[in-house]
């Protein structure tokens, strides 16, 4: 088996998990739906300040879900007690890249929900470059929740708390490149920059240190 | 343990604060626009160099361990970072005083003052790491990968003054061409025995840390006993018999 099909059967593996059990399906759809809600109540009635919250509330909602999405990525497995099985089954390489494809699809389909509701909900429209800027986005910081989320594993309630402490700072830079880049106006060019480097510092670091987390 | 270089290291750091109390407060002038609330600039910029520093060292620490994987390192490292956080608090603080009088606000929302903050809350995610498992080694190596990952975050604090227009002042000393046209002769003689007056006390206080880490350490490692300590009736005997 290659490690192109362990990495592809790792992310099966997490849609299949998700699939029979909708455990995120069932945290993040009511978290986004309900931080579209309150923002326009909060933020609105007036177009124009409503106009300037909607590039930014996707990436908020995305960030605040990120650390429970992170306590799936290998808590739900050791709470099982497969985790040492998964890691003897496939390299840490594959193990990386499938669970950060995972999250990815977690991520941008949290950022994508968000998006679409504010756009109905609140009235206001995206920028068109919005689209790329989610997608580079949150693949850097899917490779921070990766990483964090296998740090934090064995924490329990200590270690989901902790993670909101650390994949928030680390997807910061997600946070403002991607809210710049979705506003209406603003050269976006060198906020996609900004992601693209962002991607590539993130997914490194999680390549370079994933393997050492899984030394038991 | 202090031994004797540990001794002087913190009687010269002593001294350096006192020259650093007395230049600033004394022989250098008040700054010709913001008067006596620049003083703070002697405490402030050390903080937050020396702060950079202990990061660098829970960096260099990190990856120590992860070589050699010896707990010397992670003692380092995790005293670093404690003086890192320390320092890093303390340079917001001092900032925000400094910062009422000459932006009349506490807090203002610019990049170096969020990355800053930024930063002490990743080095403070990194010490809780390090109460997830009672195993040293594997907390250990948590503790490197998240130090070596959060270390990206010192040279965006340091370059955010550079890279985005802000509030806060750009580079006075680290700066192209050089300190000299930027700041007086007798403020930049202040400023400087101030960062050597940190560094000394941070120096003193990291090897203090790893001394009692390492006393710790070793206490942890001593057989312990549980119940009450049974004692043997005491016999005497003749050392000689005659």
Sequence with gaps: ?216 | MTTRPVRLLGAAAGVAGVATGVLGLVVAPPDAVQGDAQRLMYVHVPAAWVAYLAFTGVLIASIGYLVRRDLVWDRHARAAAELGVGLTALAIVLGSLWGRPVWGVWWTWEPRLVTAVVLLTVYLGYLGVRGLTTDSHAGARRAAVVGIAAFVNVPIVHYSVVWWRTLHQPPTVLRPGGPAEAIEPAMLLALLVGVVAFTLAAAWVHLRRVAILTAAASSERAPKMDGPVATEPLTVTARTTR
Excluded at chain 1, 9 to 32: F, K, N, Q, S, Y
Excluded at chain 1, 41 to 46: E, K, N, R, S, V
Excluded at chain 1, 73 to 94: I, K, N, T, Y
Excluded at chain 1, 124 to 145: C, I, R
Aim: charged content about 10%; proline content about 6%.
């Design chain 1, 1 to 216: 088996m290659t490690s192109m099909q362990q990495t592809m059967a790792v992310l099966r593996r997490e849609v299949a998990v998700e699939r029979a059990g909708r455990d995120l399906a069932r945290g993040l759809l009511p978290v986004a739906i309900a931080g579209v809600l309150l923002a326009g109540l909060a933020f609105g009635p007036a177009p124009s300040v409503l106009a300037g919250v909607t590039p930014g509330l996707p990436w908020l909602v995305v960030m605040l879900l990120s650390a429970h999405v992170a306590v799936s990525v290998a808590a739900a497995e050791r709470e099982e007690g497969c985790w040492d099985l998964l890691v003897g089954l496939v390299g840490p390489g594959p193990l990386l890249w499938g669970k950060t494809a995972a999250v990815w699809l977690w991520l941008l389909l949290t950022w994508t929900l968000t998006a679409w509701a504010a756009a109905v909900v609140l009235g206001t429209a995206l920028a068109a470059t919005a689209v790329p800027a989610a997608a580079l986005g949150t693949l850097g910081l899917a490779a921070g929740v990766v990483v964090y989320g296998t740090v934090a594993a064995r924490g329990g309630r200590t270690g989901t708390g902790l993670l909101t402490a650390l994949i928030v700072p680390a997807g910061v830079p997600a946070l403002l490149a991607g809210t710049q880049a979705s506003t209406p106006g603003v050269e976006s060019l060198p906020w996609l920059a900004l992601l693209l480097a962002y991607d590539l510092t993130s997914l490194s670091l999680a390549w370079a240190v994933f393997p050492i987390l899984l030394e038991e």
